[in-house]
């Protein structure tokens, strides 16, 4: 499963992305060993932005023990480290009482500083709220696209968006009580308040692996496609005879690993 992650997740949207713009001008003779050497570059760069440590991955497991509890059978979980902008996916061995690795991506979430952009009756930007959460409802995206003809907000067609309720969180208040933004920075405030939670795909110009959302979680839409089809949020959308229940939604296209269905996301400050 660590190789299907890393194929579908981590290479497949690199040969997307260079086949879709400038590879094949600096590649003049479209050969094969031009285009895997600029994906080996990319992967190379990737790595050394984040890869998982021994001494990582511990830290890890570490937090998942501390939750244990909450885990009554093996089965995958989706850790979010706010600190690394990196989502990574475990598998969980309730027998054994540890975890493992499966693989990792590029995530972007809440952005606090971007409340300077906010305009009256415009959504905040909410500080990602922490914690372990659980799946509770969702529904797929539309795969509209915005005004720039750029940005897919909740990525393509019939994404997977998970959805995790109502959340506490913390924001800046950027406005005055009678509604006018309040131009000194240094005069704002920091509230609390609540946010519904989603993890979604999401496509623009800034990439993944940099703060950038309202709070929500965006992800690629290769790693949606890869949590929706291993069902690594549906554990309470499946019965025992396998079948999809979600009333308004519809099932995975591959689904897969039913066993493992999980439901859990852990979204920590710092792993």
């Not at 001008?25 to 932005?49: M, P």
């Not at 690394?84 to 952005?111: C, E, H, M, R």
């Not at 690629?220 to 499946?238: G, R």
Request: proline share 4%; aromatic share 14%; hydrophobic share 35%.
């Amino acid at each position: 499963m660590q190789n299907d992650f890393y194929t579908n997740v981590a290479i497949k949207p690199l040969y997307a992305k260079y086949y879709a713009n400038s590879i094949d001008v600096l590649c003049k003779k479209q050969n094969q060993e031009c285009y895997n050497d600029f994906i080996q570059k990319s992967l190379k760069k990737r790595k050394k932005k984040f890869h998982i440590t021994n001494r990582y991955w511990k830290k890890a497991q570490q937090h998942l023990l501390e939750k244990q509890k909450y885990f009554t059978s093996s089965q995958f979980i989706t850790l979010v480290d706010l600190s690394k902008q990196v989502l990574l996916l475990a598998l969980w061995d309730n027998d054994l009482k540890t975890s493992y690795p499966i693989g990792f991506d590029f995530i972007s979430s809440g952005n606090m500083k971007r409340e300077i952009e906010t305009k009256s009756k415009e959504y905040h930007f909410f500080k990602t709220p922490t914690g372990l959460l659980d799946i509770q409802s969702g529904w797929r995206s539309d795969g509209k696209i915005a005004d720039d003809n750029v940005t897919m907000p909740y990525g393509q067609k019939d994404s997977y968006v998970f959805y995790f309720g109502i959340q506490k969180s913390i924001r800046y208040n950027s406005f005055d009580i009678n509604g006018t933004k309040i131009k000194d920075v240094s005069k704002w405030k920091l509230i609390s308040d609540t946010l519904a939670l989603a993890m979604h795909a999401h496509k623009s110009s800034v990439p993944l692996g940099r703060a950038n959302s309202h709070g929500c979680i965006r992800i690629s839409n290769e790693l949606n496609a890869f949590l929706d089809n291993n069902l690594v949020f549906f554990q309470p959308f499946f019965n025992n005879k396998k079948e999809w229940t979600h009333p308004y939604n519809k099932a995975p296209k591959e689904p897969k690993n039913h066993p493992l269905a999980g439901k859990y996301l852990f979204v920590l400050n710092r792993i």
